[in-house]
């Protein structure tokens, strides 16, 4: 897996990141990592520098402050491109996402996929340690937006993926407009429309056990607003972004 860097974002993890980051180092031989702080004041990036001076495969991204996920991301999306990879994986930095299977969905992108998707909400796919009104909360999030967006992506808001970032060639990351975790819609949306070729592959999420969630009312009400925004105004025809066909490897 030398041709893929794992982005994850961090804000006040120095709990979790020494933990995230053994754990994906184990998980292949050339697998890379982008740590991408936002000036997380508890330390973490100190943490992630420390690390990154332990292992050649480590690397940080320093931000200004707390901007959100979706400019994190977006960063993180040009850093890969300029450092040349062709896979850009993503994932959050509390262990709910098991690198572990970071493979599978590496397999998902060699079987022809232009975003390979960790969902929950398919067959095979499961949470564990989440109270009942989390699941619901997330479920119906996606098969909202989905709807709304005529998407027929089964988990939209899922954060755990892999971009063929070739397909993503054309894409201007400025008009990629979302702070928060509607980040994870707009993405999965514009990829539908775009023409990517999208497989979901089962995974398991498992909640927190060391710091604070970043979710909040005000992350959510962006969500369930700009969804509804964009959904009314793509039934009238206009898209908040240029549409693009994915680009082919070449020969």
Not at 130 to 140: A, T, V
């Amino acid at each position: 897996m030398k041709d893929v860097v794992v982005a994850i974002p961090t804000y006040n993890e120095k709990d979790n990141v020494e933990m995230i980051v053994s754990r994906t180092l184990a998980v292949d031989s050339e697998i890379s990592i982008l740590v991408v702080d936002d000036n997380s004041p508890d330390g973490t990036g100190e943490l992630a520098d420390a690390l990154a001076a332990r292992h050649e495969r480590v690397h940080v991204l320093h931000r200004a402050g707390k901007e959100g996920l979706g400019p994190a991301y977006r960063a993180a999306i040009q850093w890969a491109r300029d450092h040349g990879f062709r896979y850009f994986a993503q994932m959050d930095a509390d262990g709910s996402h098991h690198p572990e299977a970071l493979p599978d969905l590496y397999a998902a992108n060699h079987a022809g996929a232009d975003l390979a998707i960790g969902s929950r909400w398919i067959p095979g796919g499961k949470t564990e340690n989440w109270p009942f009104y989390r699941r619901w909360l997330s479920r119906g999030a996606s098969i909202y937006a989905s709807v709304m967006l005529r998407a027929r992506i089964h988990d939209i808001t899922a954060g755990f993926r892999i971009y063929r970032l070739r397909a993503l060639q054309d894409w201007d990351l400025d008009t990629i407009t979302s702070a928060g975790y509607c980040y994870q819609i707009e993405m999965s949306w514009r990829s539908r429309v775009c023409g990517l070729k999208i497989t979901e592959v089962p995974i398991t999420f498992t909640d927190r056990t060391e710091g604070v969630s970043k979710m909040s009312g005000g992350i959510i009400g962006e969500a369930f607003f700009q969804v509804f925004s964009w959904g009314i105004n793509a039934r009238r025809g206009k898209l908040p972004f240029p549409v693009t066909q994915p680009v082919p490897e070449p020969e």
